[in-house]
C-alpha cells in the first residue's frame, strides 16, 4: 500500500527554534509538493519540486523557509527561526508527474505535520 | 490568477438528505479533482474528471465536470456521517506544470 509518509506528525516549539519535517514521497512519483493549511488561508502551495529540482517555492517565505530534496526518497521542508504565525498543519504531497504533458494531474497527500509554536 | 471557488462553504445536515457542493472558476481546467480530508488527516483523492461535460459515479456520489471545465459539482445521495469532511476541488493548472489549484473548501456535517 503506497502512502506518503511523513514526520514528525505533531510539534510544539517555542518561537526561535528550527523546526525540520520530513517527507517520504510514494516510489516513482517525480514531483513532490509542501502545502501549509489553516483556517483562515485553507490549504497553501509553499513549494515544488519536479525531479528532486525545486520549480517553483514563490509561496514560501524565503528569509526563514526552505525546502529540499537530498535524494528521491527524502523532502525536507525547515523553518528557521520559527515564529508562532507559522503553526499550522504542513502537507507533504507527490504525484506521478503526468500533468506536465497532459494536463492530467494526481496528487497523494501524507498524513500531515501539526505545528505549534508558542 | 487562477481562482476556485467553492460553495457552500459549510453544510450541516441529517443523514439521509441530498446535496450538492458547487467548484466554479473564470478558468478554464485541463482536468478537475475533488479530495475529501477527515479531520486530522491529509486530503485523500476522490476522483479526476478530464473532459466537459463528463460524469463519474463513485458510490452514492456523483461528480460533474462542466462542458466549459471551468466548474464542476460533487452530488452526494443518502448522505452518511462517515461522508461528513472537507471537500476540496482542484483544477489542474494547465501543461507545462504539475500544480493545482484548490479550491476554498466545503466542511460538511452530516448527522445520525
Known amino acids: 500500500d503506497a502512502r506518503v509518509t511523513q514526520t514528525p506528525r505533531h510539534k510544539v516549539t517555542e518561537m526561535g527554534q528550527e523546526v525540520t519535517m520530513r517527507c517520504q514521497p510514494i516510489?516513482?512519483?517525480?514531483?513532490v509538493f509542501w502545502y501549509r493549511q489553516t483556517m483562515m488561508q485553507g490549504l497553501e502551495l509553499l513549494a515544488y519540486?519536479?525531479?528532486?529540482?525545486?520549480?517553483?517555492d514563490s509561496g514560501m517565505p524565503k528569509d526563514r523557509f526552505s525546502a529540499e530534496m537530498p535524494d528521491a526518497t527524502l523532502a525536507t521542508l525547515k523553518i528557521q527561526p520559527s515564529e508562532p504565525r507559522d503553526s499550522a498543519v504542513y502537507f507533504c504531497?507527490?504525484?506521478?508527474?503526468?500533468?506536465?504533458?497532459?494536463?492530467?494531474?494526481?496528487?497523494?497527500f501524507g498524513p500531515g505535520t501539526r505545528l505549534t509554536v508558542l | 490568477t487562477q481562482l476556485l471557488e467553492q460553495s457552500p462553504q459549510f453544510l450541516s445536515i441529517q443523514e439521509g438528505e441530498n446535496l450538492t457542493v458547487y467548484c466554479n472558476s473564470s478558468?478554464?481546467?485541463?482536468?478537475l479533482q475533488w479530495y475529501r480530508q477527515e479531520p486530522g488527516e491529509g486530503p485523500v483523492l476522490l476522483v479526476t474528471v478530464v473532459t466537459g461535460g463528463e460524469v463519474k459515479k463513485l458510490k452514492r456520489l456523483t461528480f460533474q465536470f462542466g462542458d466549459a471545465r471551468k466548474d464542476s459539482s460533487l452530488h452526494i445521495t443518502a448522505a452518511q456521517p462517515g461522508d461528513t469532511g472537507l471537500y476540496l476541488c482542484?483544477?489542474?493548472?494547465?501543461?507545462?506544470?504539475?500544480?493545482?489549484?484548490f479550491g476554498t473548501g466545503t466542511r460538511l456535517q452530516v448527522f445520525p
Open positions: 478558468s478554464v481546467f485541463s482536468s
Open positions: 504531497a507527490s504525484g506521478p508527474g503526468t500533468g506536465w504533458t497532459s494536463g492530467y494531474n494526481e496528487q497523494f
Open positions: 516510489l516513482g512519483h517525480n514531483t
Open positions: 482542484a483544477g489542474a493548472g494547465g501543461f507545462n506544470t504539475d500544480k493545482l489549484i
Open positions: 519540486f519536479r525531479n528532486r529540482a525545486p520549480l517553483d
